[in-house]
């Protein structure tokens, strides 16, 4: 079946530019999650929804950033007012019901660049 | 809070040798552990996973792992390396009330012909 997708692969942005990351998770998982990866290092938790809800959005690091599900499905990470650290690549996961026990599987991320 | 320790950035062992990814982790409570590999300009792919039960978890493409409480390790582990078992290995930890994944900073496994 299909997995995670994510687009637009790549962005490039300048900054202070608005951007829009999206994320089509597995057909039918409650829950889906957001993390950043900066090269050299783990991904690094931002939000987490069950729903159509923010579960967990204790890892946005400013008001910049911003995410909604406003259907149970699709999500968008919204990031206000670019800056060029948030240069890095951004993963989505899904689910089946986020439990703590569940896999989550990955998409392939979108890689934002900031100049 | 939780986090996860990957002591070694650089793996390397020969095609056919055993291999070892050690991975620490800290959690409150009962652990939910995790392994990953990534490819090259990929995303990540789930190994195995340790919930409850049998201390020792076999994954895909042969890995398993041993969880041990008293060490706080969940290391991953290969009989056989293969050259294609090259790649970026990720640990993660997860407590039970959490729904966010704590990773480590990743483990490069190098395996050479």
């Known amino acids: 079946g299909a997995g995670v997708s994510q687009t637009p692969s790549n962005k490039v942005t300048e900054k202070g530019k608005y951007v829009e990351l999206r994320c089509d998770p597995i057909?039918?998982?409650?829950?889906l999650y957001w993390y950043r990866q900066s090269l050299g290092q783990g991904p690094e938790f931002l939000i987490y929804?069950?729903?159509?809800?923010?579960?967990?959005d204790s890892g946005l690091p400013n008001d910049r950033f911003f995410a909604v599900r406003p259907e149970g499905s699709v999500s968008t990470l919204k990031i206000q007012r670019t800056e060029r650290g948030d240069s890095a690549v951004y993963l989505c996961?899904?689910?089946?019901?986020?439990?703590?026990?569940?896999?989550?599987?990955f998409g392939p991320g979108t890689r934002l660049t900031v100049l | 809070a939780q986090s996860v320790a990957q002591p070694e950035d650089q793996v390397n062992v020969a095609e056919g040798n055993p291999l070892t990814v050690k991975c620490t982790y800290s959690?409150?409570?009962?652990?939910?552990l995790f392994w990953y590999v990534q490819y090259p300009n990929r995303g990540l792919q789930f190994l195995l996973k340790?919930?409850?039960?049998?201390?020792l978890v076999k994954g895909s493409y042969g890995f398993e792992a041993e969880f041990n409480k008293s060490q706080t390790s969940f290391h991953l582990k290969k009989p056989s390396a293969l050259v294609s078992d090259s790649a970026l290995y990720f640990c993660?930890?997860?407590?039970?009330?959490?729904?966010?994944?704590?990773f480590g900073d990743g483990t490069t496994l190098t395996v050479k012909p």
């Open positions: 996961a899904s689910s089946d019901l986020g439990l703590a026990g569940d896999t989550q599987y």
């Open positions: 057909s039918g998982h409650t829950a």
């Open positions: 929804f069950q729903g159509t809800g923010a579960a967990d």
């Open positions: 959690v409150s409570g009962n652990p939910y």
């Open positions: 340790y919930i409850t039960g049998d201390n």
């Open positions: 993660a930890v997860r407590a039970a009330n959490a729904g966010k994944s704590t």
